[in-house]
């Protein structure tokens, strides 16, 4: 029975992990993370040059479309880790080699998005890089304020 029930917790904290780390970067089930209005954003914001905007665009594309192909991967091995569950005996070593590996593809994508800032910062000019800055600030306070509600 103890075991059981640790291994119910275990799922929901797995659950819950996964899905505040997939809302964290944008990410949204039905609606899909929209790199095309990010883009248009910054453009507008930071008047960015033609070559800018279309590196960017470029690489915001290969993100999106490797953060689709990490979202299936990980939603067919919860899959697995849902019914290993269900199972009268389930076996633990798969669901925490399924949880790290789950994990792992999450950090894998959050590397590939950070590393697209940096790319992405380093051909701004510093005017550009000021209103970046001034933009990710108010991105944080505003993601703190929404915290506290």
């Known amino acids: 029975m103890l075991k059981r029930t640790m291994t ?32 248009e954003r910054f453009s507008k ?17 290969e993100i999106e479309k490797a953060s689709k192909d990490i979202h299936d991967k990980n939603r067919q091995l919860m899959e697995k880790v849902r019914a290993e569950i269900a199972k009268d005996n ?30 992405f910062r380093k051909s701004l000019t510093p005017e550009q890089k000021k209103k970046f800055e001034d933009a990710m600030k108010k991105r944080k306070s505003r993601d703190l304020d929404s915290d506290k509600k």
């Open 8 to 39: 119910a917790v275990s799922v929901v904290l797995i659950l819950a992990t996964l899905s505040s780390s997939s809302f964290a970067f944008g990410w949204r089930e039905k609606k899909g993370f929209d790199s095309g209005k990010m883009i």
């Open 45 to 61: 914001d930071l008047d960015l040059t033609q070559n800018q905007k279309d590196e960017f665009a470029s690489n915001s594309e």
């Open 90 to 119: 389930p076996d633990e070593k798969f669901i925490g080699e399924a949880v790290q590996t789950i994990n792992q593809n999450n950090a894998q994508l959050q590397m590939k998005r950070l590393q697209n800032i940096i790319q």
